[in-house]
């Protein structure tokens, strides 16, 4: 397969950022992906034991399809956090300091008053943690080949950004990523991707990424023309390497003592 884009998204639910290339370590996290998250009123989460916790508990498109008419960005070397809201930057604001997520606090109570249970506090990632939606899948990958089956089944365009994934590949079959659970994908520089399962699709495909629109029944329509609601899949990084637009992925053997989880 070939890498067509990559992409991370720095804050759960916000827009993504994308890269030419980037550096994945091993058994570690996509690079700069889910660093924060903004709990929706008191999470429980607890930066110094951190606990996965359900995604309901912090602002995300699937409850809040609001967030997709802003566009973000992070800043690696200052630590600030950009978010242009109608084309114009509405908060600069720095995640290191007390006083800036403050300021993040005020815009998301100016922006979505009605939707939030409590204060929306910017919560941040220790080193070891991040905040995906799955408890070990930390490298997603979408195939474009699927989403244009999709499309021709639906009879209408559907943005692969509406799934949210890390990497946008291409030269697959449509949905024969189903089949590669359990197998090794080798790519350049070492790199080596275990392929640990399906992702589960939600709510959160039904926005349009763009607009901000529930406009479509991504899950229904799944499970309508194809018998189950997934889309994409979920990978762990086994042995470090560098990854860029252009670059391929091809199978692997994998390694006896690596399983499925």
């Not at 700069?32 to 903004?38: K, N, S």
């Not at 009123?41 to 034991?49: K, L, Q, T």
């Not at 699709?201 to 763009?210: H, K, S, W």
């Amino acid at each position: 397969m070939r890498i067509e884009k990559l992409y991370r998204y720095p804050v759960k639910g916000l827009s993504p950022e994308r890269l030419a290339r980037t550096d994945l370590p091993a058994g570690g996290y996509f690079p700069g992906d889910r660093l924060f998250a903004i709990e929706n009123g008191p999470s429980g989460f607890d930066p110094a034991e951190p606990v996965h916790q359900p995604k309901i508990k912090y602002l995300m498109l699937m409850r809040n399809e609001s967030l997709a008419r802003l566009r973000s960005r992070y800043d690696d070397a200052s630590g600030d956090l950009v978010i242009e809201q109608g084309g114009r930057e509405a908060l600069r604001a720095a995640t290191g300091s007390e006083s800036g997520r403050g300021e993040i606090t005020r815009f998301f109570e100016g922006f979505m008053p009605d939707e939030l249970r409590g204060a929306p506090k910017l919560l941040t990632a220790p080193p070891t943690y991040r905040f995906t939606d799955s408890r070990s899948g930390f490298v997603s990958i979408i195939n474009l080949a699927s989403v244009a089956d999709l499309e021709a089944r639906l009879g209408r365009p559907v943005d692969p950004l509406r799934f949210r994934g890390n990497l946008m590949v291409s030269d697959l079959a449509a949905w024969a990523e189903n089949d590669l659970v359990g197998r090794d994908l080798a790519g350049p520089d070492g790199l080596r991707l275990h392929v640990i399962k399906r992702i589960e699709r939600c709510a959160a495909t039904n926005v349009d990424p763009a607009t901000g629109t529930r406009d479509m029944q991504i899950p229904k329509a799944l499970m309508q023309h194809y018998g189950h609601v997934d889309c994409g899949i979920y990978c762990r990084i086994v042995a470090g390497g560098s990854l860029g637009e252009g670059d391929r992925l091809s199978l692997a053997e994998a390694p006896a003592e690596l399983g499925v989880s």
